[in-house]
């Protein structure tokens, strides 16, 4: 499968700003996906970029793309300790398989 | 209504015994996936169906048995399973298994094998 690199750990206060990055190596991928996993939770589609796009905006969530260095990132405005969780960067391989980072945890201080 | 449904919710087992891990939606998708996730890893991807016929089969062993009896349910059947089989399993949906609309997934059904 497709290597999609992320980084594992953030901690970050209530009220600031997160950002999580990520690096994907398909450059065709049609879609590339943010999921949030709450502990003892099933995997939840935060929020998704086609890949002709640059920048997608969802009340406190942008996600930027950048095709030329194939870097994903996404940013939560105003973390709350409900973003506690592992966020997973997803990219499509073909068909509609998925390709998953390794996931970024982020804790929220309150 | 976008949910994925997993019974149980928790299941602990022996090795010797059979018991099935139930899936639903009712969004209307036509293509179902059954993932295996351990913890602090991701999600791996263990069978997809698409229009209730299986399309993948990642070289999953044959203790677990996977069944779509119609195109709102996904079934996994499990029998003489091993203490590594121990994990979280994920269904999930999508419209089909080629137009790369988003995957829609359940809360996972948490297996101990004993």
């Known amino acids: 499968g497709e290597d999609v690199e992320q980084s594992l750990f953030l901690s970050v206060r209530e009220g600031d700003s997160s950002v999580i990055n990520c690096t994907y190596t398909?450059?065709?991928?049609?879609?590339l996906y943010w999921y949030k996993q709450e502990p003892g939770a099933g995997l939840q589609l935060l929020t998704y970029?086609?890949?002709?796009?640059d920048m997608k905006q969802d009340q406190r969530l942008t996600v930027l793309l950048n095709k030329k260095d194939k870097h994903l990132s996404l940013r939560i405005a105003d973390t709350q300790t409900g973003d506690s969780a592992i966020y997973f960067c997803?990219?499509?391989?073909?068909?509609?398989?998925?390709?998953f980072g390794k996931g970024n945890q982020v804790v929220v201080i309150p | 209504d976008t949910e994925v449904t997993q019974t149980p919710k928790h299941l602990v087992m022996g090795m010797t015994n059979k018991k099935s891990l139930k899936c639903e939606q009712h969004?209307?998708?036509?293509?179902m996936y059954w993932y295996k996730q351990k913890a602090k890893k991701p999600p791996e991807l263990m069978f997809v169906?698409?229009?209730?016929?299986?399309?993948i089969n990642e070289s999953v062993p044959s203790r677990f048995s996977p069944e779509c009896p119609n195109s709102s349910l996904l079934n996994l059947h499990l029998h003489a399973l091993q203490p590594e089989d121990s994990a979280l399993y994920l269904c999930?949906?999508?419209?089909?298994?080629?137009?790369?609309?988003?995957?829609?997934f359940g809360d996972g059904t948490r297996l101990s094998i004993l």
């Open positions: 999930a949906s999508s419209l089909d298994w080629v137009s790369n609309q988003p995957q829609h």
């Open positions: 398909d450059s065709s991928s049609t879609y």
């Open positions: 970029i086609f890949s002709n796009m």
């Open positions: 997803v990219e499509t391989e073909g068909n509609n398989r998925l390709a």
């Open positions: 969004m209307g998708h036509r293509a």
């Open positions: 169906y698409s229009y209730e016929k299986l399309s």
